[in-house]
């Protein structure tokens, strides 16, 4: 699976969308969806994970945000208390369709960059929506506010072996394993961000690091930013923080471990599932 290196499905409509009439003409559409998605970031969904709701009712451009058009249809979010028959997008996404996995995965990063920005981070004042859902304006300093992504990185790191790197976080099932992976911090690079979080998590210094691919993963709003490094060293020193263990695996020996069940590892619509697949040859 690789959604995350072509195009997307998804025209957010950019120009259409600065006229408020246009937004409130798309739900009138008769072509038009509209996703709910709760305070937790489930998605309303219909039988075998249908995006099948229409809109109903008058168009309130304060709760009815237009992602955009997919397949010239108008798609829009609407953050609810709650969705009757509802699934999360650790669910949703392995079993839906590439546009599906997009619309859900835009859908649930707008509804809570909404829920979570009704005031002004700089003034404090109270954010109106506009341009039909993609921009907060302040009405005390007239500034407008955009959704926004936080970016984190994400490694396989490789040793000259050609093993792979799997940690265990303290605050995860046992057994189940993944690459490192971390915030980037202010004022650092991407690759500064690689060297720094392997380096704290594992004391290995890295040469070679080179970027792969990217996936935006709203729990709540991060962007996962996925290379693969290679390490100088093989000494591993676990923080004992974050990391509670990790170890090189060859490849016989992840599929040996994973085939025994004494390894789980990410599930596949995740990128650091690409990653790990795309070293071991197995998906
Ligand atoms: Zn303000």
Do not use: K, N
């Amino acid at each position: 699976m690789d959604t995350w290196s072509g195009p997307g499905h998804l025209d957010r409509c950019e120009h259409q969308r600065a006229d408020p009439a246009w937004p409130a003409a798309c739900w009138t559409d008769p072509a038009a969806i509209l996703i709910p998605v709760d305070s937790v970031g489930r998605v309303g969904v219909g039988e075998g994970f249908a995006l099948s709701e229409r809109p109903a009712g008058e168009y309130d451009p304060q709760r009815h945000y237009l992602l955009g058009l997919s397949r010239r249809r108008p798609v829009f979010v609407e953050s609810v208390d709650a969705v009757p028959a509802g699934a999360g997008l650790r669910e949703l996404m392995p079993a839906v369709d590439d546009e599906r996995r997009e619309l859900v995965v835009a859908a649930v990063a707008l509804a809570s960059w909404h829920r979570t920005s009704p005031h002004c981070g700089l003034c404090g004042a109270a954010t109106v929506v506009t341009t039909g859902g993609m921009v907060r304006h302040c009405l005390g300093c007239g500034r407008d506010r955009f959704p926004r992504s936080d970016p984190a990185i994400i490694v396989a790191v490789l040793d000259a072996d050609d093993r792979l790197l799997l940690g265990h976080q303290a605050v995860w099932p046992q057994g189940r394993m993944s690459i490192l992976a971390g915030f980037v911090t202010a004022g650092e690079s991407l690759e500064q961000a690689v060297h720094r979080e392997v380096g704290e998590e594992t004391g290995l210094l890295l040469s070679d690091v080179r970027y792969v691919a990217s996936q935006s993963w709203p729990f709540p709003r991060s962007l996962m930013l996925g290379f693969v490094a290679h390490a100088a060293s093989t000494e591993i020193q676990v923080d004992g923080v974050e990391i509670e263990s990790a170890r090189w695996f060859s490849r016989e020996e992840l599929t040996g471990a994973v085939d025994a069940g004494e390894v789980s590892l990410p599930g596949e619509a995740s990128i650091a599932h690409r990653l790990i697949a795309d070293w071991w040859g197995r998906s």
